[in-house]
């Protein structure tokens, strides 16, 4: 992998802003990565066909992918406000039912 994302906690300390990530990424678990950095932003393409000819398809994502990144993102969430009230028997339920979305979707 060459998604360079150690990066984003460097532009976050020397800008002191929001920081976004343009993923052009095959494996869209990079992306989870990203998000748990602490990403604001996030830019990808969507494809209907990742076989189809052009430069983008192979690296972009489905509507389904999309789906799954949508639900990583509230569950990222969700996780991180638990984690800091230390709901510890919540946030393993959470996990629990989060692993049974990823499994249902590979």
């Known amino acids: ?49 990742k076989k189809a000819k052009g430069l983008d398809h192979s690296s972009s994502s489905t509507p389904e992918e999309f789906g799954f990144i949508k639900e990583y993102i509230k569950f990222n969430q969700v996780i991180q406000n638990l984690c800091t009230r230390c709901n510890f028997l919540a946030l393993v339920h959470i996990y629990n039912v989060f692993f049974d979305i990823i499994w249902d979707h590979h």
């Not at 060459?2 to 052009?24: A, C, D, M, P, R």
């Open 1 to 49: 992998y060459n998604s360079q994302i150690g990066f984003i906690e460097t532009l976050k300390s020397i800008f002191n802003t929001e920081v976004g990530y343009s993923s052009h990424d095959d494996n869209i678990l990079v992306i989870g990565s990203a998000i748990n950095m602490g990403i604001n932003y996030l830019e990808r393409h969507i494809t209907f066909d």
